[in-house]
DNA sequence: CCTGATTGTTGCGATATGTGGAATAGTGAA
DNA sequence: TTCACTATTCCACATATCGCAACAATCAGG
């Protein structure tokens, strides 16, 4: 028998101070009653009943033992409460991991209405622009823009495509001229995204036409934000999702081009640790967060 | 496999980060453990574990949940600890119970030179003139003036002879004459103790003879100082222990009556609750006790 | 004083539970 | 790709656990 259940069993006994009405309240039967009670004071080398068949009183040991115990028996059920409870309920905390793209723009947002409809869930939130590995990170959920899979432990889920296109700002496209063709492209500075995989390619689509084009090799950058400014001073040209430079074009210190040309879609994406079933509050918070991004704020 | 265990298994698990390194350091094989964490897990209805073969790591809740009862297991250990050390050393509670007349005289300085000798051990003293049921007075030990046995699920203990001697006071003596012999009794007033076994029978022995006579037909009392008193004040002869009549006798407000006839022996005697083993602060209690008793203030 | 009812304990047979060793699948490093 | 290591699963076996029934001890009531 276990040593919890034991003391929960002395507890019982203590309480009533009669073995067949702790067997009662506890669904067991006397003798395991009488059994459990051995098991626990041989192991506690100590006596912690005073037993005669007509009447039960605790020893001074098991006084003590009983009122030391006693709380810590309720800190255990309170915590598997609570526990259980997190888990159902759209509680308890979430560690976020995001780029810091995103991190800067929607994920306030997105966490302050979230917050507000369940209160009860924490956030923590780490931004990484390099993908991590979500199981040694100590992450709940990792969003990422990117093609889907990477290994096959992760789970993901597609949440929406991250439109892109191709800017460049126009004091650059006066000095080096406005590329017409993909193939203009080559004689041009493309600042790339630095990725250990190496240099990045982009693969433009115009109808069935296919173009391939090798960026990053001048310039290139890990970040966005980073990427998108070099483009704004007038370094070059570059392939940037939408809500990044939505706001320079609107300013008009950015520009589209070869609109006609598009890139490979990425998807934004949420990675989720192996979980064998997801905990309620990240399947609520996927939910929130996929509606927020196509309805509320599409990128 | 017992909860408390589970979660020491889950503890060690989280700990180290690693099954095998668990089991090792817990005695177990790994496929124990991992049984351990599968049953842990369903019951909580909650993931703890985020298992790749290459790594563990602890998903939000499985951190919260080692955070909360980490302290509770230390608390089982300590409390296991504790009432071990409690039970082997001297120290802990000690709940005694004795007479009034006892516990205003002797009482004090035995506890007092006692604590000293052992300050890890606390006592609780209640008074009662009345012979208790130990076990339901939740007593440890329980001193009284008697003849031994009582039931037969008692422990006692003989401790010395309490020496008793009939006494009146000289002003009672000089108004109704002093008896000189166990007869003349019988035209006093003699104070009995109030039990409810019945008038007090005084069996008077001088040599081989022997008389009895029944006291406390007119007056009686269930308390030794307040039947002393009342002999002082000279409303008869009473019988009683000397440790009680020492002063006034001393003082000559009382004087012995018929010193040549003993009453029959009284032990100072100690009871126990049925344990099966006495705890060791008990026994040495007991020593200290007798030693004192016979010793340092014999009676 | 005796009897009946209740309580805690023990013996025993059936069941279930847990155990360790070997085999398996998955993963990271060389 | 191979190799070493990890967590898991499978399976046979031993162990313990359980409930029922019988037993001993005690108290209440006649």
Known sequence: MGDLESIKVFLAVAEQRSFVAAARTLGMTPPSVTRSLNALEEKLGVQLLLRTTRQVSLTSAGAAYAARVAPLVQGFDDATEDIRDGQSQTAGLIRINAPMSMGERVLPDVIAQFRTLHPRVSVALTLTDRMIDIVSENTDLAIRISEPPKDKLTIWRKICRVPRLLVASPRYLDAHGTPETPEDLTRHTCIGYDSDAGPEVWDLANGASRRRITAGAVLSSNNGDLTARLAINGEGITLLPRFITADALQAGTLRPVLPDWTPPELWLTLYYP??????????????????????????
């Open 274 to 299: 192996p979980y064998d079933r997801l905990p309620t509050r990240l399947a609520t918070f996927s939910d929130f967060f996929e509606t927020y991004v196509t309805e509320t704020r599409p990128m």
